[in-house]
């Protein structure tokens, strides 16, 4: 049984892991140095520090996003109908939750996809109970289709199967090592923080998550840590609880 909301956190200064956890990665990060698609190098060392969380006991969930192969298309994409063009998106998450749930699979571990589209052959149909036995027993635990709707995106999808898994955390890897005043690669004097209120987020338009996903995360008080995944060990480190990333939480503006 999964421990309640946020007691991965500091806690009277001590540290403590985490034990149930939805993890969030951006399609863009299975590309590693290349324009579009997936990098074979990327996404195996990605499934092994995947199943190296899992091998330290905590339960593990992810959402992907399908930048890495939606932007592909992007251009079409422009003239398209919204929905049309939010479904074709939606596929881009189950080809990347395929590829990322066979790569975990060659290295010996169990792993389960399951999608918000019906889509039988390649994955199961969510269903929160059987998500969550999924969990209990163990498995790493792919969501495709983010939330198998139109008009919302990964990160609400992440945030909308963490309170449903009632996890401890949103982590959310990028290519940033957290959350900073400006963009760093523009400004370089822009600073990093290292905790950060939903309220100030929000109306500084930080870009943690959208908005919707955010204040999700705000009314039921699920902590957000973002975190560089493209390092090597710092999914373990931020997992574990360490002082990795940016941490958003609830507070005073």
Known sequence: MTTSPGNGLQDSGQQRPFKRVLLKLSGEVLMGDTVFGIDTTTINRLASELIEVQQSGVELAIVIGGGNIFR????????????????????????NAIALQDAIERQGATVRM????????????????????????GRIL??????????????TAASLRAMEIQADVVLKGTKVDGV??????????????????????????????????????RDNQM???????????????????????????????
């Open 142 to 155: 792919i969501f495709g289709a983010g939330t198998g709707n139109p008009y919302f995106t990964t990160d």
């Open 180 to 217: 900073y005043t400006a963009d760093p690669v523009k400004d370089p004097t822009a600073t990093k923080y290292e905790t950060l209120t939903f309220t100030k987020a929000l109306t500084k338009r930080l870009g943690v998550m959208d908005a919707t996903a955010m204040s999700l995360c």
């Open 114 to 137: 399951i999608s918000a589209l019906y889509i039988k052959e390649v994955g199961e149909p969510y269903i929160r109970r059987r998500a969550v036995r999924h969990l209990e027993k």
């Open 72 to 95: 592909g298309v992007g251009n079409m994409a422009a003239g398209m109908d919204r929905a049309s063009a939010d479904y074709m998106g939606m596929l881009a998450t189950v080809m």
């Open 223 to 253: 902590p957000i840590v973002v975190f560089d995944v493209t390092t090597p060990g710092q999914m373990l480190r931020a997992i574990s609880g360490e002082n990795v990333g940016t941490l958003v939480q609830e507070g005073e503006g």
